[in-house]
Structure formats: C-alpha cells, structure tokens
T-cell receptor, first 114, second 118 residues
C-alpha cells in the first residue's frame, strides 16, 4: 500500500519568514495530493491540493509543488503569520482500486512566533 | 446538513464495554471514511465506504472494530470490548466522487468523537 513520509515533525519560524514542509510517497500510481491544516482541538481542513498533471499550484500565501519523478511534494507558506500556527498534514491518493482513500503523513507542528 | 456531523463529541467508557460512534456525512457525498487520531499522532485509516461497493476494511486494527453504512448515508463505527489503547479521536470524513478520474474533491471532516477508555 501507499506510504507517506512527512518532514519535519516540528517547525518553528519567525513571523514573516517562509515555511516549507516536505512529503514523499511510495506509490507511483498516486495522482492526488492534498494538504490539511488542523488547529488545536479542531478538525482537519483542506487548504490546498494538487493533481498529478500539475507541477505547482498557488493560492495567495500558500503553494504546493509536485515532483512525480522523485515522488515528493512540498507545501510552501510565505510571509507566515501567527494564525498559521497549526498541525499540517500531507496526504496521497493512490488511485486504482484505492481511489478516494487518502494515506496521511505524520504531521508537522508549525509554530509562528510573533 | 451543511457539514459532517459526528456524535457523541466525547465518550468515556469502561474497559470491556462496547461503544458506537455515529457519522452523518454531507448530503449527496457517496464516499465516507473513518480515521483514528491518537494524541499528537497522525491520521490512521480505518475503513472506507464508496457507494454500493464493498467497504475497504483494510485499516481496522482488530476484529473488535466494525462499521456499517446504512442507506448510503449514516455510518456507525462499533468497538467491542474496548481497551485502553482504543482511546483516541475518531474522525469521520466524506467526499463526493465523480465517476472516473480527472475530478476530485477533498475530504470534509467531522469534528470527531473523543473516546476515552478508563
């Protein structure tokens, strides 16, 4: 089955700096890669996603890049703000008979210091 | 409803008792998923329902865990003879799924049920 590794497990940055979280996946058939943000005590929420026919996608201060050859994808947050502090999860959907089932990374605790 | 509803939000049970957790997905969403999140950990897949297809039960950790989805809507996750290691937040999510590839909606998660086995 699919295996998703996420790094780093914790990330601390100063307000205004950029933050980058990286994930690798094992199943070359994977074709959909969402990112979720989970604030303390709340449900995970989708913040951005990318499909395998696209190399990069941006939405205001966040962007995701995908390298299918290397089987890795990354989340980039620019001009970080204290409200970006949360746990971020990457995920991969293997497609085929597992279509729709997401395998999640272990999460990254992002702390943005004012 | 507008979102995914889960009940109860909190459940404290004694070791050895059975518990039932309920998930009410977004209306029209054909796919429903159960995940488990232990304290400070990631999201562990449990089971996945898609339309009328046989569910993917590959993530259920033991035969004490079972789930059903009635009428393609509400789902219940049942844990029999609960153990302390079952303590976690149980998250349900639903998504729409167009036929074939090329279109994808992300999951919408419920708020979860925090299960504590004492």
């Amino acid at each position: 089955g699919e295996n998703v590794e996420q790094h780093p497990s914790t990330l601390s940055v100063q307000e205004g700096d950029s933050a980058v979280i990286k994930c690798t996946y094992s199943d070359s058939a994977s074709n959909y890669f969402p990112w979720y943000k989970q604030e303390l005590g709340k449900r995970p929420q989708l913040i951005i996603d990318i499909r395998s026919n696209v190399g990069e996608k941006k939405d205001q201060r966040i962007a995701v890049t995908l390298n299918k050859t290397a089987k890795h994808f990354s989340l980039h947050i620019t001009e970080t703000q204290p409200e970006d502090s949360a746990v971020y999860f990457c995920a991969a959907d293997a497609g085929g008979t597992s279509y729709g089932k997401l395998t999640f990374g272990q999460g990254t605790i992002l702390t943005v210091h004012p | 409803g507008a979102g995914v509803s889960q009940s109860p939000s909190n459940k404290v049970t004694e070791k050895g008792k059975d518990v039932e957790l309920r998930c009410d997905p977004i209306s029209g969403h054909t796919a429903l998923y159960w995940y488990r999140q232990s304290l400070g950990q990631g999201l562990e897949f449990l089971i996945y329902f898609q339309g009328n297809s046989a569910p993917d039960k590959s993530g259920l950790p033991s035969d004490r865990f079972s789930a059903e989805r009635t009428g393609g809507s509400v789902s219940t996750l049942t844990i029999q003879r609960t153990q302390q290691e079952d303590s976690a937040v149980y998250l349900c999510a639903s998504s729409s799924r167009a036929g074939g590839r090329g279109r994808r909606d992300g999951y919408t998660f419920g708020s979860g049920t925090r299960l504590t086995v004492v």
